[in-house]
Nanobody, 116 residues
């Protein structure tokens, strides 16, 4: 079974940093695209960043470009989201997602709270 385990959320002050981790199992890591999404209360889930594991191509939403960095450690089957210069509007539940062989898998979320 494909499983994704997100962790690293917490409470941080505006301007601070957090690093989220997504541990992936049950798939060939190098043949997948892993993405981070987030969902704030009352809002739709939105894509934040994505990385293609076999070539490290990355894509970011405009709202996080220049502040967030997605990276993969293929040896550990883990994808990280380094979040710097956090803003109150970044507060949300963050989910990781794997697109593998045309099937999309979701992990549970991790809560990020940003105090102003």
């Amino acid at each position: 079974d494909v499983q994704l385990q997100a962790s690293g959320g917490g409470l941080v002050q505006a301007g601070g940093s957090l690093r989220l981790s997504c541990a992936v199992s049950g798939l060939t890591f190098g043949n997948s695209a892993i993405a981070w999404f987030r969902q704030a209360p009352g809002k739709e889930r939105e894509g934040v960043a994505c990385i293609v594991s076999d070539n490290d191509d990355t894509v970011y939403s405009d709202s996080v470009k220049g502040r967030f960095t997605i990276a993969s450690d293929n040896a550990k089957n883990t994808v990280y989201l380094q979040m710097n210069s956090l803003k109150p509007e970044d507060a949300a539940v963050y989910f990781c997602n794997a697109n593998y062989r045309v099937i999309v898998y979701w992990g549970q979320g991790t809560l990020v709270t940003v105090s102003s």
